[in-house]
């Protein structure tokens, strides 16, 4: 099982500064295999980047991801008030896939 | 759009079985790969498991023993049974369609609602 270790655990910033949330992968993986999800308090995730670094439909372009082998990360250039969110990374190059534990960005 | 609406029972008590459907609306089932994921609270996300609309199925290891996924077309459903629940089972359980899109890609979208189920006497 592929093991994805999400860095830091919680991240505490102010709007408009920039974060940067990492997934480590315990083995290779293709970046086209690497997805982020975001969550809010009482909702399903939503997906945010596939293939690493590919936005998904309506997500505003102050998200990036990049990344490849094992180190993946995703960038958030200025926050807004409702990036404030759990962040999962999740791998399909293996099965079972797996999620990481969560990059939680919070309002400092 | 598609839509994904989980049901079921939101208490299960301990050594039973587990059971939720979920109801698909706006596309068809006969395609693609139809999920269940869970998170305990507080905590992450654990895939559990997909069925394609042919039947054909794939779990994750650690509750293979315990899950059946299945599916049914004319209904627009499908459903997760976990046996033999203890506490550590009490959790949000989202359903999730894993689709091909364009540049061969996979991801999780949408997913349901989520339904939370409490294992408790």
């Known amino acids: 099982e592929i093991v994805l270790t999400q860095s830091p655990g919680t991240l505490s910033l102010s709007p408009g500064e920039r974060a940067t949330l990492s997934c480590r992968a315990s083995?290779?993986?293709?970046?086209?295999?690497l997805v982020w999800y975001q969550q809010k308090p009482g909702q399903s995730p939503r997906l945010l980047i596939y293939g690493a670094s590919n936005r998904a439909t309506g997500i505003p372009d102050r998200f990036s991801g990049s990344g490849s082998g094992t180190d993946f990360t995703l960038t958030i250039s200025s926050l807004e008030p409702e990036d404030f969110a759990v962040y999962y990374c999740?791998?399909?190059?293996?099965?079972?896939?797996?999620f990481g534990q969560g990059t939680k960005v919070e309002i400092k | 759009q598609v839509q994904l609406q989980e049901s079921g029972p939101g208490l299960v008590k301990p050594s039973e079985t587990l059971s939720l459907t979920c109801t698909v609306s706006?596309?068809?089932?006969?395609?693609?790969?139809w999920n269940w994921i869970r998170q305990p609270p507080g905590k992450g996300l654990e895939w559990i498991g997909y069925?394609?609309?042919?039947?054909?199925?794939n779990y994750n290891p650690s509750l293979k023993s315990r899950v059946i996924i299945s599916v049914d077309t004319s209904k627009k459903q499908f459903s997760l049974k976990l046996t033999s629940v203890t506490a550590a089972d009490t959790a949000v359980y989202y359903c999730?369609?894993?689709?091909?899109?364009?540049?061969?890609?996979?991801?999780?979208?949408?997913w349901g609602q989520g339904t939370q189920v409490t294992v408790s006497p």
């Open positions: 083995q290779s993986i293709s970046r086209s295999f």
């Open positions: 069925i394609y609309y042919s039947g054909t199925t």
């Open positions: 999740q791998q399909y190059s293996t099965s079972p896939w797996t």
């Open positions: 706006g596309d068809s089932i006969s395609s693609d790969y």
């Open positions: 999730a369609r894993w689709a091909l899109h364009s540049g061969g890609y996979y991801y999780f979208d949408p």
